[in-house]
């Protein structure tokens, strides 16, 4: 009788046991559920908000000052007569600043002649967006979640530029003959610039890279990175902002946006 009784209590034991392990794997199944549900949501909201900081830089360009529409035309007009190869204006964009673009806080990248990258301080290091947060000025979230920065560059005149289709290039309101009659000539036909905007968001508090790695893909590396004819590129040089950014898993998102420079304005093409 005494063994038949210390048998169930045995079975009564294990049968517990048993019932605790299962509650205990049924719990952290569902808490690793809810993790996986958690990042989940918090990655697209993450993708939202860089989405709408890099969308919003492209729509203040549409606004632009006469500063900033003087300084692209002057430096990026200037530079296709110089050695230097397709660089670009860089500057932060600072949502609580009161001016979109202030003409002594730009950069200018370039790829000069023989070089084996591209240049970033010939023009001084003001422009560049920096990871610090003792500097709450260049973030454009309240909670200093989000960097995003402009860069500008000449990618051709309305006959050269790659991107081509019907119309490509004209002034809006504008035909082929009032063209030919603003360029002097009925032979002459005006071809505007066109200027690609690029607006790169990025969370830096998303990633474990170091502020020193990620300030240096934003302040050594172009977004479309042109190396002359003369020069021997490294594979470093050649990468863009978006790719040395996605080595270090920082989490960005890279829009752009072609316009025409008409000689004191710009349309969107």
């Not at 003001?126 to 000449?154: D, E, P, W």
Request: with cysteine.
């Amino acid at each position: 009788m005494k063994n038949s009784l210390s048998t169930q209590k045995g079975a009564t034991l294990v049968i517990v046991l048993c019932v605790l392990v299962l509650t205990a794997m049924i719990g952290a199944m569902i808490v690793r559920q809810s993790m996986t549900s958690l990042n989940i949501a918090t990655n697209a909201q993450a993708r939202q908000l860089l989405f709408q900081s890099s969308d919003a830089a492209l729509m203040k360009v549409q606004n632009a000052s006469q500063a900033l529409i003087l300084t692209i035309s002057g430096n990026l007009g200037r530079s296709m007569n110089s050695m230097s190869k397709s660089p670009e204006i860089v500057f932060c964009y600072q949502k609580n600043s009161a001016d979109f673009f202030n003409v002594t806080q730009y950069s200018m990248i370039e790829w000069q002649d023989g070089a084996s990258a591209p240049n970033g301080t010939l023009s001084g290091t003001l422009g560049y967006c920096q990871v610090s947060k003792g500097n709450r000025t260049f973030f454009t979230s309240g909670r200093n979640a989000i960097l995003t920065q402009v860069s500008i560059q000449n990618i051709g005149t309305s006959t050269t530029s790659s991107e081509s289709g019907a119309f490509t290039g004209y002034t809006v309101g504008t035909d082929a003959q009032s063209l030919n009659a603003t360029a002097g000539s009925a032979s002459n036909t005006q071809n505007n610039q066109v200027i690609r905007v690029y607006a790169v968001s990025l969370m830096p508090s998303m990633s474990t890279a170091s502020a020193t790695d990620i300030n240096a893909c934003l302040n050594s590396h172009m977004n479309n990175p042109v190396a002359p004819v003369t020069s021997t590129p490294t594979a470093t040089g050649l990468k863009s902002i978006s790719a040395c950014l996605q080595e270090l898993g920082v989490p960005f998102s890279t829009q752009y946006s072609d316009y025409n420079l008409i000689q004191t304005d710009y349309q969107r093409v």
